[in-house]
């Protein structure tokens, strides 16, 4: 019998207390795999959604909630600001680009975004089918939206007042899908995109004036194909976030301090918001983490009590291979065979539950519409885990081990 089948047997002799220690092991090294590809997917797909884009501009409120709801579409916005803020903040020196937002309805939890063409392009967007949106309440949709939504080209849909599904649906107004975006791996992917004079248009206060949706209309027709609302549109009318890209390093320093002093619009930076956000997060991964390794250092206490209380019962056995020719490393190597054998399981183990345990919450966060988490990837830091696990297994059969190997012969088989 080779040193690996002699070692699964002896364990196989403990099955409860082998049980116990994979269990606590896997339980540890799966909720350290979890937090590892929540975080790793998280900030990256953060990063992702950001990337390109120096500051966002919307109404005064929290920093963090503008970010959010602006960049990343998953929290409710500041308010509104006026075109004509927005058209002023377009004429300074030191912006490149302006990306205008208008929000405020969504379709089955989807958000209805208001902008222009210049959007999907900054994320290199793609049609996947048909066009994109030109004439009011025309949409261009996400694959998401597409794939998930139930959504396809030539259906017609009403907005639901608000950011998530249940609100008052513009059933007066509803939209028709002209085009679908291929995945970006981006926010585009979960969103519905039309005209700022469409959500306008949504948006309309229809009084009892016979005139009054007549005079929406015109203003939508005259600033569609105009050149976009930030140079032409009515400077009365109102978006509800402004992403921009700055013209020189300059602009970091201090277009946000000018914009947040002297205007009545507030200025986020994406960068520094989603540091402190990871923080946050972090703060509260941490406490995870640690009732993690909590766990592990469990298990390695349980592998360490299981082969030192069994090595009183094997002293026997071992005295006898010594007899029959097996050197004191042969005993050494078995006892550390052992514990290693007995870690990498249960590591192996806790990676398939943190992996499938990902692909679960993905499931769920996807109906919620919100990060798209998924299981079948791999973090490099988790061969650490494995390291780690090899690591404990080895340290904690050690003290066995050398026990074992100081075993004396003669006065063992004495006994008998």
Same mark, same amino acid.
Not at 120 to 143: F, K, N, S, V
Not at 148 to 156: A, F, K, R, S, T
Not at 176 to 184: H, K, L
Not at 300 to 314: K, S
């Given at each position: 019998? +080779? $040193?690996?089948? =002699? #070692?699964?047997?002896?364990?196989? @002799?403990?099955?409860?207390?082998? *049980? !116990? ?30 990337d390109g884009i ?30 004509? +803020? $927005?058209?002023? =903040? #377009?004429?300074?020196?030191?912006? @490149?680009?302006?990306?205008?937002? *208008? !929000? ?72 028709r899908v002209v085009?679908?975006m291929a995945p ?233």
């Amino acid at each position: 019998m +080779n $040193a690996l089948a =002699l #070692a699964i047997a002896y364990l196989r @002799r403990r099955p409860l207390n082998t *049980a !116990l220690n994979l269990l606590l092991l896997a339980i540890g090294v799966g909720t350290i795999a979890l937090l590892l590809l929540f975080t790793d997917q998280l900030q990256k797909r953060l990063q992702r959604d950001a990337d390109g884009i120096d500051m966002v501009v919307g109404a005064k409120g929290s920093p963090m909630q503008l970010i959010l709801s602006s960049i990343f579409h998953v929290d409710i916005p500041t308010g509104n600001v006026s075109l004509g +803020n $927005a058209q002023t =903040l #377009a004429a300074n020196a030191m912006v @490149r680009e302006i990306i205008p937002l *208008a !929000l405020g309805d969504s379709f089955r939890g989807y958000r209805i975004v208001g902008s222009e063409q210049n959007y999907p392009a900054h994320y290199r967007a793609e049609l996947a089918d048909g066009a994109w949106w030109q004439e009011p309440l025309e949409a261009t949709i996400g694959a998401t939206v597409s794939s998930e939504g139930g959504l396809v080209i030539g259906d017609i849909f009403a907005g639901a007042h608000g950011m998530a599904s249940g609100g008052a649906q513009h059933a007066e107004t509803p939209y028709r899908v002209v085009g679908v975006m291929a995945p970006t791996g981006t926010v585009l992917d979960r969103l519905i995109l039309t005209s700022i004079e469409s959500v306008w248009e949504v948006h309309a206060i229809h009084d009892e004036e016979a005139d009054a949706h007549d005079d929406t209309e015109h203003i939508v027709e005259s600033q569609s194909g105009s050149g976009g609302v930030l140079a032409h549109g009515d400077p009365d009318q109102e978006v509800t976030a402004l992403l921009v890209k700055f013209r020189n390093p300059i602009a970091a320093a201090q277009l946000p301090r000018q914009i947040n002093m002297q205007t009545p619009m507030q200025a986020a930076l994406p960068g520094y918001e989603i540091a402190r956000l990871m923080q946050l997060v972090g703060a509260g991964i941490d406490g995870f983490r640690a009732f993690a390794v909590v766990l592990v250092i469990s298990a390695g206490l349980g592998i360490f009590a299981a082969l030192y209380n069994a090595l009183a019962q094997r002293r026997y056995d071992i005295a006898v291979m010594r007899a029959l020719g097996a050197t004191r490393g042969t005993i050494l190597r078995q006892i550390l065979l052992e514990g290693v054998l007995l870690a990498v399981v249960g590591a192996v183990l806790g990676l398939l539950l943190g992996h499938g345990t990902a692909a679960l919450a993905g499931s769920w966060l996807r109906q919620e519409h919100q990060i798209h988490l998924v299981g079948l990837t791999w973090v490099h830091e988790e061969i650490w885990l494995i390291v780690m696990a090899v690591a404990l297994g080895a340290v904690a059969a050690l003290l066995p081990a050398l026990q074992a190997y100081r075993i004396d012969i003669s006065k063992v088989l004495a006994r008998g």
